[in-house]
């Protein structure tokens, strides 16, 4: 039977390369020379900590990742931008990159689904959902269906079975 899954992944890959090239562009421009300001990732929970001198840095900071993220091919819809904390000392801001297709966007997605009357079935299956069918045009109207419908994170499509 047909199948294909419905996931929210970010290429981790791609992502340290961003950040090394938005920390890059940093150290060259003149506005930031000789000021604190970096781009630190922390891989295990996909987050990236913007740290800036003041509140000012952390808008132009944020300008310039969400460029690097966009040309690195990582969609910026998944970002979940934190309240800024400012000290002192230094303005740091907590970006959260969201993957993985939570509990409430997987039902989302099945009542989509089941409410379009099309020949499938859809599951949640941990962090992605596995739509099922007989046939493959139900299949792809499926997923035209669920790529015009607008979440909170981009998905994509993969595991395509015959």
Do not use: W, Y
């Not at 899954?5 to 562009?25: F, G, K, P, Y």
Request: charge should be positive; aromatic fraction near 6%; hydrophobic fraction near 40%.
């Amino acid at each position: 039977m047909p199948s294909f899954d419905a996931v929210s992944e970010i290429d981790a890959h791609e992502l340290t390369n961003a950040v090394d090239q938005a920390n890059r562009e940093l150290s060259q421009r003149f506005d930031f020379k000789g000021t604190a300001c970096k781009f630190v990732l922390r891989e295990k929970d996909f987050t990236v900590e913007v740290r800036g001198e003041v509140e000012f840095h952390l808008k132009q900071m944020l300008d310039i990742l969400k460029l690097k993220l966009t040309k690195r091919g990582i969609d910026i819809g998944c970002l979940d931008v934190k309240d800024p904390q400012t000290n002192l000392a230094e303005a740091r801001q907590d970006v959260v990159l969201r993957h993985g297709i939570d509990q409430d966007c997987g039902k989302k997605i099945v009542k989509l689904i089941k409410d379009s009357k099309l020949k499938v079935q859809a599951g949640i299956h941990g962090d992605k959902v596995r739509i099922t069918g007989k046939q493959r045009d139900d299949l792809q109207a499926a997923i035209a269906l669920v790529r015009k419908e607008k979440f909170d994170r981009p998905l994509s499509f993969d595991n395509f079975r015959d």
